[in-house]
């Protein structure tokens, strides 16, 4: 019986999402808190969480600190997700989210994680090239310590040569030199949030049409999709299909952390499935606004998921 292709993710800072539950933030004054969780993660690490609960066969690999990869391994465990990672000496970082249950909104407080070398990326690439079956590859977050900003960009041209669809999900000077890059080594797609989106294009998008401008421009560039989200707004598609803003009613948010990475795995969860532009855009709304009702890298079972995604509104942007 042949193996089903899987999905890759690579991180290449992992962290510890510890969250911190608050009745209400305040400022200047000593804040009490309710509840504290720590989860293994990463986005790349959160993609494959919900990929694997949505029984997508999926391999994490990155660079992991050899110091505190427990909660990371134990995560892999428990989700069946195969851990590829490449082991570096140090300790993976903590970042801090502050929970604010009065409005719904989490302050990031990140901090700095590991160091890595030219022969750990090397270590890394040969990796990646050695892996077989690949349906897609997601390549999420920020860059350890020691990296180039190019480390991206010599990723994506790697797979890109064997075929490869891959998903780009970084800011600042990585999205940058990635999107400057020659077409070989451009993403089939990538993921910016609206600020995100902000920093690379050097001016506040204030308004959807504006956003739709930018998006569209990087798509004619050469990459296929352009996925911004936009908070409560949801998330504009950019395709050479055309543009779409498909959004779900707020919810509640449990937590905000996580929401983008699944909307990632959603796109990705799409692929995977051979789905068609309107399905994935569906799933991966679905997949983020299931994603804010929980804490950590999980989804709900999938009826309710396909519930959400039968209730997404889907609107085409002229």
């Not at 998006?215 to 543009?243: M, N």
């Not at 990705?268 to 994935?280: C, N, Y």
Request: glycine share 10%.
């Amino acid at each position: 019986m042949s193996r089903q292709p899987r999905i890759v993710t690579v991180t290449l800072n992992p962290a510890i999402d510890m969250t911190i539950g608050l009745e209400r933030l305040e400022r200047g004054r000593v804040n009490i808190g309710r509840s504290v969780t720590q989860q293994a993660g990463g986005k790349g690490v959160n993609v494959a969480a919900c990929l694997a609960d949505w029984q997508v066969p999926v391999i994490a690999t990155g660079l992991l600190g050899d110091a505190n990869a427990e909660l990371f391994e134990a995560l892999f465990a428990r989700k069946g997700v195969l851990d590829g990672f490449c082991r570096v000496p140090g300790t993976n970082r903590t970042n801090i989210k502050i929970s604010d249950q009065a409005d719904g909104q989490t302050t990031d407080i990140n901090l700095p994680g590991i160091d890595a070398t030219p022969a750990d990326f090397d270590t890394l690439c040969e990796r990646i090239d050695a892996l077989s079956d690949i349906a897609g590859a997601a390549l999420c977050g920020s860059l350890a310590g020691g990296l180039q900003s190019d480390s991206y960009v010599e990723l994506l041209a790697r797979l890109n040569r064997r075929g490869i669809p891959t998903l780009l999900d970084t800011s600042g000077a990585p999205l940058a030199r990635v999107l400057a890059a020659p077409r070989e080594a451009l993403p089939t797609a990538i993921k910016p949030n609206r600020h995100e989106l902000e920093l690379w294009a050097g001016r506040l998008l204030p308004t959807l049409a504006e956003t739709v401008d930018v998006a569209r421009a990087i798509q004619a560039r050469g990459v296929a999709q352009v996925i911004v989200s936009l908070g409560e707004d949801g998330a504009l598609f950019v395709t050479a299909e055309g543009t779409w803003q498909a959004s779900l009613p707020p919810v509640r948010a449990a937590s905000t952390v996580g929401a983008g990475d699944a909307m990632v795995a959603g796109v990705l969860a799409g692929w995977h499935a051979g789905a068609g532009m309107e399905e994935t855009v569906r799933l991966s709304v679905a997949f983020a606004a299931c994603k804010l009702q929980r804490l950590g890298p999980h989804l709900p079972p999938p009826g309710q998921v396909r519930e959400r995604a039968s209730a997404v509104q889907m609107q085409r942007v002229a």
